[in-house]
């Protein structure tokens, strides 16, 4: 089985596209994370690592948006390599390990890649800006900023709330996620640092905090983005 936080809420848009009237503080949140620039990435790799107790899983993507294609590696429960290649929202005929626990988890490790993204990209979501609060982990505060998913929207985990955490900067340093499901862990609290650029996208590659308490460790490494009409990627750094 392929170990997942599922931290996600609806599917992805494959493209940017028309919204509807979004709040302008998930504006500014998704401009400072290279919103502007989305429609030059033609694709983005990266691997996500996530450790606590009892779990250490590795997942390596490669991601065309435009397209929608994905491919994977990884490894199975048994330790041995796992090669595959899907279309996001095309796999209901896909074998069981693909519909089931690939696409799954690449929806949710994308959304801890993009999600100040998917905070306008989202139209479904309920964004409101609660001012000035103090910070959920250590000392200070930030502009909190709640992101709330209707409970009979569709996608993985309905129901969801992502509460972020902004610097003066529109930059998030810390989140806290409640599931709006049954499923586990039900309270995720972690850190948004190790900034990086991948091209004109801003990425946070470390996220420290806790999953229901226990210890959480989370890395996003290997990030790169391939812009439209070029064949060379660009690593973050």
């Not at 429960?77 to 074998?95: H, I, M, W, Y």
Request: aromatic share 10%; with cysteine.
């Amino acid at each position: 089985m392929i170990c997942v936080l599922t931290l996600t809420a609806l599917t992805l848009p494959y493209s940017s596209r028309a919204q509807t009237t979004r709040p302008q503080i998930a504006e500014q949140i998704a401009k400072t994370y290279g919103l502007d620039s989305w429609d030059q990435i033609q694709a983005i790799r990266f691997t996500w690592h996530a450790e606590f107790p009892g779990v250490n899983v590795s997942h390596s993507w490669e991601w065309e948006p435009k397209t929608g294609k994905v491919s994977y590696e990884g490894k199975d429960k048994d330790g041995k390599p796992v090669k595959a290649s899907f279309v996001l929202g095309q796999t209901s005929n896909e074998p069981a390990n693909i519909k089931e626990e690939l696409e799954p988890a690449f929806v949710n490790d994308q959304y801890w890649l993009l999600f100040p993204l998917h905070v306008y990209w989202d139209s479904s979501a309920d964004v409101k800006d609660m001012g000035t609060q103090k910070l959920p982990l250590g000392q200070g505060s930030a502009t909190e900023v709640v992101v709330k998913y209707p409970a009979e929207a569709g996608g993985f985990t309905p129901g969801d709330t992502w509460t972020l955490y902004l610097g003066k900067d529109n930059r998030v340093v810390q989140f806290v996620y409640h599931r709006g499901g049954p499923k586990k862990p039900s309270v995720v609290i972690a850190t948004w640092a190790g900034y990086k650029k991948a091209g004109p996208l801003l990425i946070s590659t470390e996220h420290r905090g806790t999953a229901d308490g226990k210890p959480l460790h989370l890395t996003i490494s290997g990030v790169a983005v391939k812009l439209t009409g070029s064949d060379k990627w660009m690593n973050a750094q």
